[in-house]
């Protein structure tokens, strides 16, 4: 009877994860990719970049909009909103732009979505984020033809995400440009150099400080009125973040998936597939940190590396093959956030624009160690949600030692996780997102207004 009762809770379980698995796969989607550290945070409503606003009046402004009960972005209902995206993949200029089309639905908002550039052949990538959108009532059409014009026209608010898409303007509008500019935003979510001609959204304080340089660099005129928008995690992933039956389901049946136990410490990056995101260097740093472990004869739990959203087997070194484990690029994050211990935000160069898995790992309660470039300054208190280490070869040695100091003080680990599940509460869900969102659509709208009244 014991051994019959053990079958059917086993059997229980896993159909529970599938369960789980399944009706996270979605909400997922949106998550994948998608100057000091605190102080920058307190910032981080939706301000015009270099007006001057003061710390206390955006802190106050931050607390009005938190006792708004009513949806931030209801005055859109019954807005027509085109959106103009380069592509429709799982990176991060599109997933965004996508978010934002299914928060203006959510409210009632006519929206209208089309892509740039279609690859000649079919997508099932393409195909399948395009039937996600048209579930939720977003139209697709086509990205050039009369009917796209006239859309364009009529439209209330046309919103692009790229400097490619950008391009789409002289392509297909041609002589209706000038008509169309006052209602254009750029959601911006790249650091490629490109000049800035519209308003734009920009989700981190160091990326509108990069185009703002680049802008004033290449064309000596002063940047667009631009808004800093911190980006906010889904109500879908804070549910499972916040469930703690969920959370040890998915992480039991992650685990089980690598052959990891369950008590082994598991650090993991979690990015698309590039070399800008330090996947390679994020591995010697791990490599290191084993040896720094055995040469100090460090007693630590069995320690393991995972890579999600990468394939480089051929790249480990045969002496740690056994703890590196890799998973190709999927929908569902949310399982391996509850798998894991640590989070490693290992991005090159200028560093990630914001983050979105940052903020999705502090949700899960999991320390950072993140690369000291980019939004994740904007993100990670250092020494205290994480620990933050030099881009490039010159990062290896300090990763390595942040990553002996977390496998090696269960208590810091522990305390930095809820310091940062904290400050997501704070700052980073999606209705602070919303409101941010709003003020700059307000302002967007009225600047049309005012444009069709001369």
């Known amino acids: 009877m014991v051994k ?9 379980t896993k159909r529970w994860a599938l369960v789980v698995l399944a009706m996270f796969s979605l909400s997922t989607v949106m998550v994948f990719f998608m100057r000091s550290a605190f102080d920058s945070c307190s910032a981080n409503t939706a301000t015009s970049f270099g007006e001057g606003k003061s710390r206390d009046a955006e802190i106050h402004s931050e607390d009005r909009l938190r006792s708004v009960a009513a949806n931030p972005l209801q005055f859109m209902k019954s807005k027509l909103v085109l959106l103009v995206s380069h592509e429709l993949s799982l990176s991060g200029g599109p997933l965004l732009l996508m978010e934002l089309a299914f928060l203006l639905r959510g409210v009632g908002a006519e929206v209208v979505w089309i892509t740039n550039q279609k690859p000649a052949e079919p997508d099932e990538v393409m195909y399948s984020l395009e039937h996600k959108m048209l579930d939720r009532g977003v139209q697709v059409y086509n990205a050039k033809g009369q009917k796209v014009i006239d859309t364009a026209l009529e439209a209330d608010l046309v919103i692009l995400n790229t400097a490619v898409a950008g391009k789409w303007l002289d392509a297909v509008l041609k002589e209706n440009v000038p008509r169309i500019l006052p209602k254009v935003l750029w959601w911006i979510h790249e650091m490629r150099g ?19 340089n680049r802008t004033q660099e ?14 906010g995690n889904s109500k879908e992933l804070m549910e499972v973040a916040e469930d703690s039956v969920s959370r ?31 996947q390679d260097l994020f591995l010697r740093s791990f490599y290191e940190s084993l040896q720094m472990i055995q040469d100090k004869k460090l007693q630590v739990p069995s320690m393991h590396a995972l890579a999600v959203g990468s394939d480089m087997n051929a790249q480990t070194k045969e002496k740690i093959q056994d703890r590196v484990h890799f998973v190709n690029k999927t929908l569902t994050v949310a399982p391996y ?5 640590v989070l490693v935000q290992n991005s090159q160069a200028r560093g990630e624009c914001f983050g979105r898995i940052t903020i999705e790992a502090m949700a899960f309660q999991l320390p950072v ?5 980019g939004g994740t300054t904007e993100i990670v208190v250092d020494g205290t949600t994480g620990f933050l280490h030099p881009v ?12 002996v100091k977390l496998a090696t003080h269960v208590e810091r680990r522990l305390t930095m996780g809820k310091k940062g599940y904290e ?15 709003a003020l700059v659509l307000k302002d967007v709208l009225e600047n049309a207004k005012s444009h069709a009244n001369s």
Do not use: C
């Not at 490109?194 to 703002?212: G, N, P, R, V």
């Not at 290449?218 to 980006?231: D, G, Q, S, Y």
């Open 369 to 373: 160690l993140g690369t000291a470039a």
């Open 337 to 341: 956030l509850a798998a894991i211990d």
């Open 248 to 278: 040890r389901v998915l992480r039991e049946h992650v685990r089980e998936s690598l052959g990891v136990r369950s008590d082994d410490l598991l650090f993991a990056i979690i990015n698309s597939v590039s070399r800008g995101k330090g």
């Open 218 to 231: 290449r064309l000596r005129i002063e940047m667009p009125k631009t808004h800093v928008v911190h980006l």
């Open 194 to 212: 490109i000049i800035l001609k519209w308003s734009a959204m920009i989700d981190s304080h160091t990326t509108a400080e990069y185009w703002k």
């Open 392 to 403: 490039g070869k010159e990062g290896v040695s300090p990763l390595a030692k942040n990553i």
């Open 423 to 437: 400050l997501v509460k704070d700052r980073f869900l999606e209705h602070h997102m919303a409101h941010r969102i």
């Open 4 to 12: 019959q009762n053990n079958a059917w809770m086993g059997m229980q």
